[in-house]
């Protein structure tokens, strides 16, 4: 028996794993299929996984070498809270200065964290006319406009001061905006994603 066949081991995306899973609306096949490790309320057993679709035998070998993909040798559930008492308290841990914000694809702030409203408000409407600009350039045909941009206020540029992160959850757009280092490889991005995807929410503006 191998530790994939064992029935206590769980799967779950990595910190990276979930960035990439969710960084494109229309995501490739094999993201879509591990998009689904998060499908459901507790993380799915890997045997299980494995089996309820083809190929994912080769998948589940190539995002454990590149690291998309991780085992759990617990019952490991989905983040089960109210989303605006969550949102502020998960978001922090992904900014270096503990200064976060949530944007909606409308540029609405549905959580934040560090800023005041009004700043808040003020970068997510920026990281949604961003968002648009960039989608307009890949339309063009630019490879350059990518998914993430980092913003500098120093000339020596060795530290962005405000990113800008974007994904999507079951079609819905969202922004993550970061002051300071941005911390992505930690597991709060993953339970920020599962959050929003479990809940089910549709936000709009207060």
């Given amino acids: 028996?191998?530790?994939m066949t064992e029935p206590d081991v769980r799967l779950m995306l990595t910190p990276f794993g979930a960035l990439q899973a969710f960084a494109e609306l229309h995501p490739a096949p094999h993201w879509a299929q591990l998009q689904t490790l998060m499908g459901a309320d507790i993380a799915p057993h890997a045997a299980a996984w494995v089996q309820a679709g083809s190929g994912r035998g080769e998948l589940l070998a190539?995002?454990?070498r590149e690291g998309w993909v991780h085992t759990v040798m617990r019952e490991l559930r989905a983040p089960d809270v109210r989303l605006d008492n969550f949102?502020?308290?998960v978001i922090a841990g992904l900014s270096g200065q503990r200064t976060a914000a949530l944007a909606s694809e409308g540029g609405f702030c549905i959580g934040r964290v560090g800023y005041?409203?009004?700043?808040?408000?003020?970068?997510?409407?920026?990281?949604?006319d961003f968002?648009?600009?960039a989608a307009r350039q890949r339309h063009r045909g630019w490879p350059g406009a990518g998914r993430f941009v980092a913003?500098?206020?120093d000339a020596a540029m060795l530290l962005p001061s405000t990113s800008f992160v974007p994904f999507w959850v079951d079609g819905v757009a969202y922004s993550?905006?970061?002051e300071g280092e941005p911390l992505l490889n930690n597991t709060a991005l993953v339970?920020?994603?599962?959050?929003?995807r479990t809940s089910g929410a549709r936000f709009s503006p207060a």
């Fill in 131 to 133: 968002s648009e600009f």
């Fill in 1 to 3: 028996m191998t530790l």
């Fill in 176 to 178: 993550l905006i970061l």
């Fill in 151 to 153: 913003f500098h206020q």
């Fill in 191 to 196: 339970e920020l994603i599962w959050g929003v």
């Fill in 87 to 89: 949102l502020p308290h």
């Fill in 62 to 64: 190539q995002a454990t």
């Fill in 116 to 128: 005041t409203q009004e700043q808040a408000d003020i970068l997510c409407a920026a990281a949604a």
